[in-house]
């Protein structure tokens, strides 16, 4: 990690290193015959856009292994950090009950379910004796494994080099704590979360330790990055609520908590726009869409795309298609929807039931309405990235109705590679509606009647104004592409680093201190 890569952007701080955690890494590997590795890049925009900053920074990207390969790979270099397409790679390997216990108890479900507010709280959850052993030998674990993988990694970095380290998302919420405490404030310590953070109500689920440490440790970052403004202000809020000494001071993202001020800053991610235009354009695109375009036989085509997950709201979904079926019987034999899912999570009791419970809904639609030759819903499960893109050049209706999701990349890929002027329904809780809410049809994910008249309304809707919609919604997709996205996020925390270096420099004389506060009014109102 000392081959720095020249830039100009971060002359002003010195070439940053910039250190990326997040549960699941860019690269799987698998272990060939001859005992070499086979590499297969994890599909996502962040990879994408880390890929085009690695040309012109040092990333260091710290993950766990998750499968066999992982492990092979790693212990091949003795758990070393490896330069690996352009970036150095480096594995976390807790033992395989740890590990369990902080992805299939404590991420999932626990904080999933109550970010996403999926609960059945009659019902569930139960903190158990279980699940405290899993937060602590699970979860505070896990996180502190990624701390120390990550400070082991940097010892050797000359002292004036700027590091910035962007723990990702709700798996590493203590990872800013146990960070703090082994390199002190001269990192850059930034979590971007990809979820939704809901009001404080929320949060009174997780016992008051739990939620302590949780809210203690991200207030040890610099800055806490979010989806959307409604996410950055749920955090302030919650902060205010259970920290008896945090306090806004009258700001919507930011909060003071112990002589520091962290900001809630918002950057909603996008899509990797260049190579997605790139890829519907290949070969092993084309053959997909003719196979979907075969499928559908010039019926209007309803897609959704997802995960498995219960905060998709799949089985509302096809409620409201079954009601758009009983409104309307002019659609019969002249409709098609298409549910392409990808099973994700199995291990988590609640993903299994979600899935069967899935499947018997579109089979109860199915039994009703076909008519031989006519099958109304068709469920695709596996994940196969080229067959959703093919499809989504060739929807009617993108239908994404979520209970609650952070962004929802589906909808920005859909609107910018549909060739059908294609309308989008978008769930008034999907991030994406900040952005897109504007050209979409917005509908309640709970409201199933409103949403299959919205399904109606979309089939119906002429075609100049499925063009003036689906038009507006891919400019605002190309101007915002995942690029963006992280060069924002960098330039935050290099602006901090430069307005730290000169406070350090200039606090002395009262002209100086003036200037330094003119620079740091100007940077962005999230610092
Ligand atoms: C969401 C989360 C990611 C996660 C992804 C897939 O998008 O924000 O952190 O990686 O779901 O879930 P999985 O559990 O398969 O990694």
């Known amino acids: ?165 962007f723990p990702h998302d709700y798996h590493l919420y203590l990872v800013p704590r146990f960070l703090r405490e082994k390199l002190g404030s001269g990192v850059q310590i930034q979590p971007f979360i990809h979820i939704p953070w809901p009001s404080p109500d929320a949060w009174r689920v997780l016992p008051e330790e739990m939620r302590t440490t949780l809210l203690t440790s991200l207030l040890m970052s610099d800055r806490v990055g979010f989806q959307t403004q409604r996410d950055a202000f749920n955090f302030v809020q919650t902060c205010r609520f259970y920290l008896t000494d945090a306090h806004s001071r009258g700001s919507r993202d930011s909060i003071h908590y112990e002589g520091r001020k962290v900001s809630a800053a918002t950057y909603p991610i996008s899509i990797d726009v260049a190579q997605l235009e790139q890829m519907v354009e290949e070969p092993e695109t084309r053959v997909f869409q003719a196979q979907v375009r075969n499928y559908v036989n010039n019926r209007q085509l309803i897609l959704r795309i997802d995960r498995v997950e219960p905060s998709k709201n799949i089985l509302r979904g096809l409620q409201a298609y079954r009601a758009l079926l009983e409104m309307y019987p002019v659609h019969h034999g002249h409709v098609q929807m298409l549910a392409l899912l990808v099973p994700s999570r199995m291990e988590v009791g609640e993903y299994q039931n979600y899935l069967q419970e899935v499947m018997a809904a579109a089979g109860m639609i199915n039994a009703e309405y076909s008519d031989g030759e006519w099958e109304p819903v068709r469920t695709m499960l596996g994940n196969n990235y080229r067959r959703a893109l093919a499809a989504m050049q060739l929807y009617d209706v993108l239908l994404v109705n979520p209970i609650a999701d952070g962004m929802n990349l589906v909808a920005k890929e859909g609107v910018l590679v549909n060739q059908n002027d294609g309308v989008l329904l978008l769930s008034e809780h999907a991030g994406a509606s900040y952005e897109l809410g504007d050209h979409a049809l917005l509908v309640s994910p709970f409201d199933v009647y409103s949403t299959a008249e919205a399904l109606h309304e979309a089939l119906s809707m002429p075609l100049a104004a499925r063009r003036e919609r689906a038009e507006a919604l891919r400019s605002k997709v190309q101007k915002s592409d995942v690029n963006r996205w992280f060069r924002q996020q960098l330039d935050d925390a290099l602006r901090a680093f430069s307005n730290q270096a000169m406070n350090a420099s200039t606090s002395d004389t009262p002209e100086a201190s003036k200037s330094a506060a003119s620079i740091t009014a100007g940077g962005t109102s999230s610092d």
């Open 1 to 165: 990690m000392n081959a720095s890569k020249a830039n100009s952007n971060s002359e002003a701080a010195g070439e940053p290193l910039i250190v990326i955690a997040s549960n699941r890494g860019p690269y799987a590997f698998k272990t060939q015959k001859d005992g070499s590795f086979s590499l297969k890049r994890s599909p996502g925009g962040l990879v994408t856009a880390l890929g085009a900053l690695a040309t012109s920074h040092d990333v260091l990207w710290v993950a766990t292994a998750l499968g066999k390969g992982d492990h092979e790979w790693s212990e091949q270099n003795l758990n070393r950090p490896q330069y690996i397409e352009d970036i150095y790679l480096k594995f976390v390997r807790p033992g395989k009950r740890a590990y369990e216990q902080y992805y299939n108890l404590i991420s999932n479900p626990l904080l999933w379910f109550i970010q996403h507010e999926l609960w059945d709280l009659p019902r569930q959850p139960s903190i158990s004796k279980e699940t405290w052993d899993a937060w602590q030998r699970g979860y505070v674990a896990v996180n502190r494994l990624f701390a120390e993988a990550i400070a082991d990694a940097i010892q050797n970095e000359d002292e004036d080099r700027p590091v910035i380290i």
